[in-house]
């Protein structure tokens, strides 16, 4: 009895031992870039954004003109309007953001008529 109780604890302490040096899971990155012309674009290791499995990703955007801006939205499945960039802003800039199942857009609002794409969270 007294080995099966210490065994147990052996267990447990490995398990603990090895979660606590696992560290936290990296959030995936997704690079977003608008302008220097009228085109905008999102990008998961180098490869177009299509799909993506819910979850929280960190949207790295490369603005690379004053006459544009990065804005996410969540077209089905609930409302989430953001902008990940303003218009007058030049530069790159991180937004973590939790992607819930459904269709989304990004665009770029002064131009969204020509500015835009698509990808599905599932």
């Known amino acids: 009895m007294i080995r099966t109780v210490l065994a147990i604890a052996a ?3 490995v398990i603990a031992t090895s979660t606590a040096f696992a560290g936290p899971t990296a959030t995936p990155k997704l690079n977003g870039t608008v ?3 009228f085109t905008i674009k999102l990008t998961k290791a180098r490869k ?10 960190t ?3 490369k603005d690379k003109a004053a006459i544009h801006n990065f804005t996410l939205e969540r077209e089905s499945g609930g409302t ?3 902008q990940l960039t303003t218009v007058s802003f030049v ?3 991180s937004v973590t953001v939790r992607l819930r199942k459904g269709k ?3 665009y770029c ?3 969204e008529s020509t500015m835009f794409g698509f990808f599905t969270v599932k």
């Open 109 to 111: 609002k002064p131009h």
């Open 59 to 61: 949207f790295v955007i």
């Open 104 to 106: 989304w857009k990004f």
């Open 91 to 93: 530069g790159t800039k």
């Open 48 to 57: 177009t954004v299509k799909t993506l499995t819910h979850g929280r990703y």
């Open 35 to 37: 302008g220097p012309g």
């Open 80 to 82: 989430f309007e953001k």
């Open 11 to 13: 267990i447990g302490a």
